[in-house]
């Protein structure tokens, strides 16, 4: 290869490595609605005092940013009426936490309130009732929701018989509405939620960019069609060709993504659910597999003496499960179940 293009090869890979760490060196506080860690300076991210959510101004329909204490809708809710704000709870999903927007049934064919797999946290528009509550994320995700102002969700349309009885495929748990892959002749079906835990192709911010009328959602198997027509902006760097290229660049995005896995661990088992330690024994599965998969990386750099990972020190503290603990680092007996 010439002196000139191994250097700016050379180059190339230097500024993708130190911008790769440099994403690492935040306050790892991630939009729960968009899923990124990104911080723009007209998009501030704002968390509520209540449950700590965190979310994106432009994600969540936050206008300013208050001088004080700032609730999210749930939250907020509660703070009124604890009574009418109802449990806290998706009924598109079994997940509790996460930022919530009252869902109005206005359409009486949905037959939500008939479906058990949607018992009334909340009920609509009634005066009185409870308020049925829909994860903003779900709300995105799903084509027969649509959103006002990112204040409240209804339906445009019924829903499908089949996606309120299909499995998700991730939690196995037959509750709320699931998607299915949106590549031809793919019949996985998965929560929005469990999908983007377990990093399926779950790309909002791309396909927003591409101005599409819905968002395809995608299984792990055809994660790499959601970012197919995304340029690199909008594409994150552990879905783009250079991505596997270099040892360095495997071993920091295996890290960024177990201190993924970390915050989302911790996240399933506050739940206190069936699901949650489902979810959180299934995740501390793949960040056992990537730490192996570190380890193998860095010993044969090391062996080969490769200049690029000699200078290189990674800090990853998993919370590995102590002995005679179940795979969710606790004993059963430590939370009180929840179906």
């Known amino acids: ?41 007209d998009d501030a991210v704002v968390i ?49 936490s996460g930022a919530l927007l009252p869902f109005l049934d206005e359409l009486q064919a949905t037959g939500i309130k008939e479906r058990s797999s949607f018992r009334r946290s909340g009920g609509g528009a009634a005066e009185g009732e409870e308020t049925l509550w829909i994860h903003s994320s779900c709300a995105n995700w799903c084509p027969e929701v649509f959103t006002t102002g990112m204040e409240k969700a209804s339906l445009a349309c019924p829903i499908q018989k089949e996606r309120f009885e299909a499995e998700c495929g991730i939690c196995r748990w037959h509750s709320g509405v699931v998607l299915q892959c949106a590549q031809e002749k ?41 970012y197919e ?13 250079l991505a596997n290229d270099h040892r360095v660049f495997r071993l920091v995005n295996l890290a960024r993504r177990n201190r993924t896995l970390e915050q989302e661990i911790k ?7 069936v699901w949650g330690m489902r979810m959180s024994e299934r995740m501390l599965s ?33 919370p590995l499960p102590e002995k005679g603990k179940d795979e969710a680092g606790g004993s059963r007996g430590d939370v009180q179940m929840e179906s």
């Not at 056992?288 to 062996?303: C, T, V």
Request: hydrophobic share 30%; with cysteine.
């Open 48 to 96: 509520c005092e209540g449950c700590d959510v965190a979310v994106h101004q432009t994600c969540y329909g936050v206008k300013e940013v208050p001088e004080g204490d700032w609730f999210c809708r749930y939250c907020e809710a509660q703070r009124k009426n604890a009574e009418t704000a109802g449990e806290r709870k998706c009924v598109f999903c079994p997940r509790k």
């Open 229 to 241: 027509n995304c340029d690199d902006v909008n594409t994150p760097f552990e879905e783009r060709a």
């Open 186 to 226: 793919c019949f996985s079906t998965f929560h929005p939620n469990c999908a983007r835990m377990v990093g399926f192709g779950m790309n909002l911010i791309g396909q927003a960019a591409e101005g599409g009328e819905f968002f395809k959602p995608f299984c792990r198997e055809h994660k790499k069609m959601a």
């Open 267 to 273: 996240a399933a088992i506050a739940e206190k659910s």
């Open 286 to 318: 793949e960040l056992r597999q990537n730490m192996l998969m570190i380890n193998k990386i860095w010993k044969k750099g090391r062996e080969e003496g490769v200049a690029e990972l000699k200078d290189i020190e990674l800090e990853i503290d998993p």
């Open 1 to 41: 290869m010439p002196a000139k293009k191994q250097k700016k090869e050379d180059q190339e890979v230097k500024d993708y490595a130190e911008w790769l760490l440099y994403d690492m060196d935040d306050d790892g506080i991630r939009c729960d609605v968009c899923y990124t860690y990104d911080q723009p300076e």
